[in-house]
């Protein structure tokens, strides 16, 4: 074949052209020597800090106390609840002893003993349920008028007591509220079973009136708990409000509660069997329980003496790791490299945490880059194989 030289010589020298500019093989992300030397001087802006893991240095980041981002302790009410108010429905309740307990004649022990048992047989009159007006008032046979808004059910009965005396001998009253609209909190979003909640004479915090409400639908470590009340907004994850005794605040009448969906997720990129971005579910996830949610490491190309997890990390903790990188707005860039071709590299992957937002990468092993840059030169070689054989059937 009279053009063979020919071609030979332009299949060398696009090999040779390839040889050169290895480096400009399409790739997925950084190689691990890419990493290494982006690192560069401290404290320069785009820099960052490589730490190789050891078990030693994952435990020195779990022993490092968690830091959530919001808080609801200054939405503590000191307000006193179990008070009537516009709306409630109240129970009312009028006891009246019979006319024997006040017979003429000297007292005697068998009298005393006749009293006692009248007492008890006082005669008792339960009102319809009466709803407190517009106006903060109960209308109450032969009393009138009463307002009872801003008092306790006790203070209400004393009222209605003071207005029956001299119509009524010796009336004794007990007003319970049956209904309340008026000490009431609105829980929204993620909870089994959204609506007002009532709030107990008891001091009722966050925990439980979301309790009363069938507790949260989601993990408590994906919900963030809103608190809106005058015009302040409050915001803590649940998860905290749950832990901290401090974030389980005393609610206020009129409080709204918006539990909010915002699931943690970490992501993926490289020589794994999934590049994407992944949900962490309830509790905590290790490095082990995120990789094998995406598959693991993929077996024909991935470098596993350097999987790496990107995350800017709280000053606190870069200081306990002798990190000395000056923190950014969202922490200190710091990439922890794990050596997964190493046997106790699994054990510290296991007690390794990832935190939201992380990501994880797995740059591409050098014999998978080789393997990518002969698929190259051979997809070349056939399409100069290609033009060879045409030109040899176009001149023929």
Known sequence: MPHTPVLMRALSLSVLALVAGCSTLPRDGPTGKAVDQGAGVANTPGSYTILD??????????????????????????????LIGVGDVLAVSIYEPSGSLFGGGAATAASASSVARA???????????????????????????????????????????????????????????SESTFNTVTVLGEVKSPGRAPLSPNADRMVDVIAARGGSARPPEDVLVTLQREGQTYTAPLSAVLDEFSENIR????????????????????????????????????????????????????????????????????????????????????VYRLNLEAAEGFFIANNFQIQPEDIIYVPR????????????????????????????????
């Open 53 to 82: 893991l050891d078990y030693a240095a994952s435990e020195r980041i779990k022993a490092q106390p968690p830091r959530f981002f919001g808080s609801l302790e200054a939405g503590s009410s000191q307000d006193v609840s179990g």
């Open 365 to 396: 092993s050098g014999s998978a880059e080789l393997s990518k840059f002969f698929t190259l030169v051979r997809s070349i070689s056939g399409v100069i194989y290609d033009i060879s054989v045409t030109n040899t059937l176009t001149t023929n």
């Open 119 to 177: 007492s008890v047989r006082a005669d008792a009159t339960g009102l319809p349920p009466i709803v407190v007006d517009a106006a903060g008032a109960i209308s109450i046979p032969f009393a009138g008028s009463i307002n009872v808004a801003g008092a306790t059910p006790g203070e209400a009965a004393a009222r209605i007591r003071r207005a029956l005396i001299g119509k009524v001998i010796n009336p004794q009253v007990v007003v319970s509220v």
């Open 251 to 334: 609610l206020s009448r009129g409080d709204r509660i918006n539990l909010a969906y915002k699931p943690r997720r970490f992501s993926t990129f490289g020589a794994l069997s999934a590049v994407t971005e992944v949900e962490m579910g309830a509790g905590n996830l290790s490095l082990a329980g995120a990789l094998s949610k995406v598959g693991g490491l993929d077996t024909n190309s991935a470098n596993a003496r350097s999987v790496l997890v990107f995350r800017f990390e709280r000053p606190e903790v870069a200081a306990a790791l002798g990190i000395t990188q000056t923190p950014q707005r969202r922490g200190v860039p710091v």
